[in-house]
């Protein structure tokens, strides 16, 4: 009988017990699937090691994800910043039970199909401008739909709710268009696994919290 291999990457020699999937795994399963492929439970004393002392190779990929993402989180307004934060948390929320997978690609023909309805619509013209392919519809549709929830809050702040909302989905749409090319080597979908770190594992991201309840929507507006 050969060497038992990590049950996660089916490569290296498993070191480290792993209450998530009840079996032993490698150190760099641990290190880079922890949050992101493996649903690790908050007692898991890897986890609270790492978020108390993060490796190298964890600091770095932080770094990394860090400075791509805060040149596209320039210059927005607070409001348009907490936006973009909904949009993110709402994409990732979407992408855990989409089927077919979500790809980056979807992600930034969603976001601007979304925010072209937006533009149109500040126009006077309304138009629900469509998505070609059927995984980015249904994240349109899912994106417009946080958008109506806003809108229902906004008051006579509407049309400053639509201009804020759609630069914010152009600059998600930014994100998912440039990832893979910035972030050169990162497994895809590149976007979509940078916004899955930053959202399940707040402790190792500059990025505040992004509830996509009610009451936390209600706060966006900003009078």
Do not use: W
Not at 74 to 100: G, I, N
Not at 127 to 154: D, I, K
Not at 159 to 186: I, N, P
Request: charge should be positive; hydrophobic fraction near 40%.
């Amino acid at each position: 009988m050969g060497q038992q291999k990590c049950p996660a990457c089916r490569d290296r020699k498993p070191k480290r017990s792993c209450p998530a999937l009840g079996a032993r795994i490698c150190t760099v399963c641990c290190a880079t699937k922890r949050q992101v492929e493996i649903d690790c439970p908050s007692d898991c004393v890897y986890l609270s090691s790492a978020r108390a002392h993060p490796p190298a190779v964890v600091q770095r990929r932080q770094e990394r994800d860090v400075s791509f993402i805060l040149p596209i989180a320039s210059e927005l307004t607070d409001t348009q910043y907490r936006l973009l934060l909904l949009f993110q948390s709402a994409t990732v929320k979407h992408a855990e039970a989409a089927l077919p997978k979500l790809r980056d690609k979807d992600i930034a023909e969603a976001a601007a199909t979304a925010a072209s309805t937006l533009e149109t619509a500040r126009k006077g013209i309304i138009y629900e401008h469509q998505a070609v392919s059927v995984p980015a519809q249904r994240l349109t549709s899912e994106l417009g739909r946080v958008v109506a929830a806003l809108s229902a809050q906004a008051g006579s702040q509407l049309a400053r709710l639509e201009r804020d909302a759609a630069l914010a989905l152009r600059r998600l749409e930014q994100g998912a268009r440039t990832a893979a090319k910035v972030l050169d080597g990162d497994e895809p979908p590149v976007y979509l696994n940078l916004l899955t770190r930053m959202l399940k594992d707040p402790g190792g991201s500059t990025e505040p919290d992004a509830s996509d309840a009610p009451e936390e929507r209600g706060r966006i507006i900003i009078p």
